[in-house]
């Protein structure tokens, strides 16, 4: 509901109640089901605020160890802009209050008639000429702060420093100073401090045109009151992309970290790992395609930790008008030299996938085979074949020659110094001119992209606040955008932030920017299996957006190379949600 609403103010009242399931399929109400209300209030000089509630119900498990649980959660947050001198200033801020019970700290009865206290504060600006954006946050979180459904972490105090300064060559610079106190409300804190830096785009221009890629490095130190943990690390990452002589492009990454536990050598760990890879696009009797052939060694060492893995892989996408092929093959050899306990073993994995599209209808066929070889042990051999057929009930995606001429106008990305990336991907949809594309992108100073297999990858940082790798990844067809993406890795970069964290972070700057989804489709809950669960196909997540050009689609595909990460998609049309293979298998 919307009431009062004149021109300086809108007010903005939503109830909502529902249940929620891991499984779709055997939902049950009384289970786990919410009730909630907020009202925001949106003002000129004031800014926006909202009162929120809500009330959550969850039944006993006996297979868990839980009893009945009741929540109440109660906020008021608020957001305000304003101008500062020469700078452009939004503060961000939330209390909450959680009354009720939790799964519990020592067991189940620990977790009853709990209440605790939330707290937010987001600081964001950026300099009116200086291409100079920075942000601070804090959070606390006690120690019974445990909302169903937030993605938070209980128990944590925070705060983070993050500045990026963006140079006329288009490389991105960004740092960060973080300090996470865990365990805050009890006698054994742990304090981690991470200071790290962070370059990505067109870099040693001077001596390789064309080189794009990202530099990331941190150091991190971990230590508790009772001083039963210090430890030391440090890291660099390093990934590079450059076209080469007859078409072909390749890839560089190279990983060190130097894990150092100060109270002894039995924790410490040196961890050095290359990779080496390279696109070739071809045209065979009609196929057109790509091969990456690719290797990564990994070497650790320190102590009894010495260990050594070689990864061959090869891949290979061939299309055919309606026919698509996909293949991928990967060894891993591991050789634990002096690792205690260590058994070496050879796995090897062959995955491929046909389809055959006709209008409405896809005809499919699928194999997955992998082998385990241990030494000493047993070898192991595990195949699954499927065969499918799908009907589309919904119409297919028109062409872009059937969507005839569209008119892209106006000014491409922020021009106030910061890259608003979720503004940029809702405008480089299907359809854009080239011309277009380029003037927004110039407008972002995002600039050295390197093709690799029919797509024009970029090193930017599209989400400022997220330290992951992010790749922006476009498709063109005859002079015109066939497809926009954001490819967002789940790497090691010192945060203490989990994967749930880190894809909901992403998701709620795209719900702000985009509004409310069209389309939401999650199964199965993160986890530590989160890259067997993807691979099982018992987790999914996907949110849409319907743009004006298509469809924007964010969530965590299913690989044929088994890599687990977050991508965003701009493109006319998605098929099933259940078709979880749509990740740009192209890019790696």
């Known amino acids: 509901m919307q009431p009062f609403v004149s021109s300086n103010q809108q007010h903005s009242i939503v109830l909502t109640s529902g249940a929620n399931e891991s499984n779709w399929r055997d939902l049950t109400f009384q289970d786990d089901y919410f009730n909630g209300t907020s009202w925001l209030m949106q003002d000129r000089k004031l800014g926006s605020w909202s009162l929120n509630f809500t009330h959550n119900y969850r039944d006993n498990s006996f297979k868990a160890g839980t009893l009945d649980r009741e929540q109440f959660v109660f906020s008021v947050s608020g957001e305000v802009p304003f101008q500062l001198a020469t700078h452009r200033l939004n503060i961000e801020a939330e209390a909450a209050h959680f009354s009720g019970d939790h799964n519990g700290r020592s067991g189940a009865l620990s977790g009853q008639n709990r209440s605790d206290n939330g707290y937010l504060v987001q600081m964001r600006g950026n300099h009116n000429s200086l291409p100079w954006d920075y942000r601070f946050r804090f959070e606390h979180y006690g120690q019974d702060f445990r909302p169903r459904g937030a993605v938070v972490s209980n128990d944590r105090r925070s705060f983070e420093l993050h500045s990026g300064w963006r140079f006329q060559s288009g490389i991105r610079l960004r740092a960060r100073a973080q300090l996470f106190q865990d365990a805050f409300e009890t006698t ?39 001083r039963t943990t210090s430890a030391l690390n440090q890291t660099i990452s390093l990934n590079l992309n450059a076209p080469l002589p007859h ?35 071809f045209n065979i009797g009609g196929w057109r395609g790509y091969i990456t052939p690719g290797i990564t060694v990994r070497i650790n060492r320190k102590g009894n930790n010495d260990s050594e893995d070689i990864r061959p892989a090869l891949a290979m996408r061939m299309n055919q008008n309606a026919h698509s092929l996909n293949m991928n093959y990967g060894s891993q050899l591991q050789d634990r030299r002096t690792s205690l306990g260590g058994v070496d073993v050879n796995t090897h994995t062959f995955n491929m996938d046909y389809r055959y599209r006709h209008k409405q209808h896809t005809v499919g066929l699928e194999a997955n ?36 001429a569209q008119s892209f106008t106006g000014a491409a990305a922020s021009t106030d110094g910061v890259q608003s990336s979720t503004l940029e991907l809702a405008q480089l949809g299907p359809g854009a001119p080239a011309s277009f594309v380029t003037q927004q992108l110039n407008l972002a100073k995002v600039n050295a992209g390197t093709e690799q297999t029919g797509f024009t990858v970029y090193e930017s940082s599209v989400f400022p606040e997220v330290f992951r790798r992010q790749r922006l990844v476009l498709e063109y067809t005859a002079d015109v955008l066939r497809r926009s993406a954001v490819i967002i890795d789940f790497d090691d970069v010192g945060n203490r932030d989990s994967n749930a964290q880190v894809y909901e972070r992403i998701r709620q700057a795209l719900i702000q920017e985009l509004g409310n989804p069209s389309r939401t489709f999650e199964e199965g809950e993160f986890s530590d299996q989160l890259i067997s669960d993807v691979n099982d196909e018992s ?23 088994g890599a687990v990460r977050m991508e965003i998609q701009h493109v006319i049309g998605f098929g099933s949600p259940r078709n979880t293979l749509w990740s740009i298998e192209e890019i790696r």
Do not use: C, K
């Open 188 to 226: 054994n804190r742990l304090q981690t401090r991470t200071y790290g830096v962070n370059l990505t785009g067109p870099l040693l221009t001077n001596w390789y045109p064309g080189l794009n890629g990202r530099l990331d490095a941190y150091i991190q130190n971990r230590n508790n009151s009772l």
């Open 247 to 281: 078409d072909w492009t390749g890839r560089l990454s190279v990983f060190v970290q130097n894990n150092r536990n100060r109270l002894g050598r039995s924790g410490d760990i040196l961890t050095r790992q290359f990779t080496l890879g390279a696109d070739h696009a």
């Open 369 to 404: 085979i992998r082998g385990r070889d241990p030494q000493p042990g047993e070898t192991t051999e595990a195949y699954r074949i499927s065969a499918f057929w799908t009907m589309e009930f919904d119409r297919p995606a028109v062409s872009l020659a059937a969507r005839g």
């Open 539 to 561: 987790f999914f997540r996907i949110t849409e957006w319907t743009s004006n050009q298509g469809t924007i689609r964010f969530g965590i595909p299913r690989r044929l190379d």
